[in-house]
């Protein structure tokens, strides 16, 4: 695709380095921009650049967060007490839109993969273990990926907690709603029958 | 869906304003972005900016460029009494990939549509009568949508150059290469059998 412009060119270009985002779509979206106000388009510019120079990590639970301490860890109204671990933030704005989680988070940012060559010193482990050990942690809620290398993780972090006096859990695998048994994988399926709830937890 | 922090609220929005593009791409582009260089993430937002504030259109075919006149206008190697008019920028770009026009453009920046009332005079069309009239123009070649908005646009300018010497053409419509003749609409085929070649030029 030959550009008539190298300012547009230019422009095309780093659309395209967006994950999922071709030539075609970055052009669709240039020149879109292109009929938009000049200055609009320059607050656009602004915006971006200063969430990446101002955006900072909560020193707690390395949540994205404007200040050293974000949002959720600073709340007393939630339960600091209980730790959701999961891998990275998008997960943490999964589980805040059900509204269903009141205690704080801790991000891992990633998952044990030794064929990635992601190992536990890569990731916020330590900090959890000294969360753990000085925060009183009365439960730790695991919300990792359902495979090897979430399961790997899992067996890590339990290992290390063992001398301490919390609760650890993990999210219940099962069937998703609407889901049609005949369709479900047999693990799913075989899990969610060893774990059956009575009907009247169920229906809670 | 709920976001732990303002400037990662904000990046999200600008995203999402753009065509295509919802919230939960928009999420996906600006964590993708966190994790890049942050002289990286400000080079992108100038260049976006700089884009907008610097591109200008060709004097003489409204197509988009670095200067005054195009490129395209003001290349001697293309034959420059020799028009195809179109209707965006994106069209222009789309015959240029095919490499096999050697003429110059004229962007109408629309298409005749009474219902959005759009009329002749908030197109490029008097410029294009100017530039027929004054640069001895031999062919005009229209390269507009198959429907009625472009076959309005085309009677329309048609009926201001009846007094010009050019010849006026329009680019062949019929069964697109790879397509099945079985799933080709009416018009299309009956077009395409009204508008049948010797065989002789069809493997030329």
């Given at each position: 695709?030959?550009l008539?412009?190298?300012l547009?060119?230019?422009?095309v ?5 967006l994950p999922g985002?071709?030539?075609k779509?970055?052009?669709r979206l240039v020149?879109h921009?292109?009929?938009?106000d ?16 101002d955006i900072?990590?909560?020193q ?7 200040g050293?301490?974000?949002?959720i860890?600073?709340n ?8 959701c671990?999961?891998e990275n933030?998008r ?10 989680f009141?205690?704080t988070?801790h991000v891992?940012d990633?998952i044990i993969?030794?064929l990635d060559?992601i ?8 900090p ?16 990792l990926s ?6 790997t993780t899992?067996?890590?972090i339990q290992k ?10 993990t999210i ?13 994988d047999?693990?799913t399926?075989?899990r ?5 709830l ?7």
């Amino acid at each position: 695709m030959q550009l008539p412009s190298a300012l547009l060119e230019n422009a095309v270009l780093q659309f395209s380095k967006l994950p999922g985002i071709g030539k075609k779509t970055a052009l669709r979206l240039v020149l879109h921009l292109m009929k938009q106000d000049v200055n609009e388009v320059q607050f656009f510019g602004e915006t971006i650049a200063k969430m990446r120079r101002d955006i900072q990590f909560c020193q707690r639970c390395f949540n994205v967060s404007d200040g050293h301490i974000c949002s959720i860890c600073s709340n007393s109204q939630r339960n600091q007490r209980m730790i959701c671990v999961v891998e990275n933030i998008r997960d943490v704005i999964a589980i805040e839109s059900t509204q269903q989680f009141n205690g704080t988070y801790h991000v891992l940012d990633g998952i044990i993969s030794p064929l990635d060559g992601i190992g536990p010193d890569q990731l916020n482990i330590e900090p959890l273990i000294l969360r753990i050990k000085n925060e009183g942690i009365e439960e730790l809620v695991f919300a990792l990926s359902p495979n090897i290398q979430g399961d790997t993780t899992i067996y890590y972090i339990q290992k290390k907690l063992e001398q301490f006096p919390c609760r650890i859990t993990t999210i219940a695998r099962g069937i998703a709603f609407g889901g049609e048994l005949e369709y479900a994988d047999e693990m799913t399926l075989a899990r969610s029958i060893a774990n059956r709830l009575p009907i009247q937890q169920y229906v809670k």
